[in-house]
């Protein structure tokens, strides 16, 4: 609430209570409006990886020459690209891991699809199949150690360790 001269609302001084000016302000100054959501974030953490040293995990990213292509430095350009995040189970993922962020090289995946996506994976084929160990697991049922024990420790072959169940 605020007191206004009569003369000052007709002359066109006053136009609001004050509010008018804070809705111009936030309106002028707002760029995408999507800073708060799960695709901002997901944006802003890949550009953490890759473009600052003091993060902890430069190492795994920028020293390794992950990059980010030039147009996707800027969020706008990459929500164009790759869309709203599709839910909270999501985040961005880099189909070939030793590639770069860019749109022939992201999806949005699953951490359980992102899971299966990395490079201490033991990958393990059978019949011109190849899938991780944890998907393996997730298929026939055997607990992933029983699986991990029998084809690293005990040197079984892929089509004995994964036809027991015990």
């Known amino acids: 609430t605020r007191v206004i001269i009569a003369g000052n609302l007709k002359q066109g001084l006053s136009r609001s209570c004050g509010c008018l000016k804070n809705e111009t302000t936030s309106t002028r100054s707002k760029t995408h409006g999507l800073t708060k959501t799960r695709t901002y974030r997901c944006w802003a953490n890949m550009v953490t990886r890759c473009t600052n040293k003091n993060f902890s995990r430069h190492a795994d990213y920028a020293d390794r020459g992950i990059a980010i292509c030039d147009e996707w430095l800027v969020f706008?350009?990459?929500?164009?690209d790759m869309g709203e995040c599709?839910?909270?189970?999501?985040?961005?993922d880099r189909i070939n891991n030793?590639?770069?962020?860019e749109p022939s090289n992201c999806q949005w995946a699953t951490k359980v699809a992102q899971a299966n996506n990395t490079r201490a994976n033991n990958v393990v084929t059978?019949?011109?199949?190849?899938?991780t160990l944890a998907e393996w697991s997730r298929i026939t049922?055997?607990?992933y150690s029983t699986l991990r024990n029998r084809i690293n420790?005990?040197?079984m072959p892929p089509e004995i360790a994964l036809s027991h169940t015990n």
């Open 153 to 155: 420790r005990s040197k």
């Open 86 to 92: 599709p839910s909270s189970e999501h985040s961005i």
């Open 76 to 80: 706008a350009n990459f929500l164009s």
């Open 141 to 143: 049922g055997i607990n």
């Open 126 to 131: 059978l019949n011109g199949v190849s899938r």
């Open 98 to 101: 030793d590639g770069n962020y």
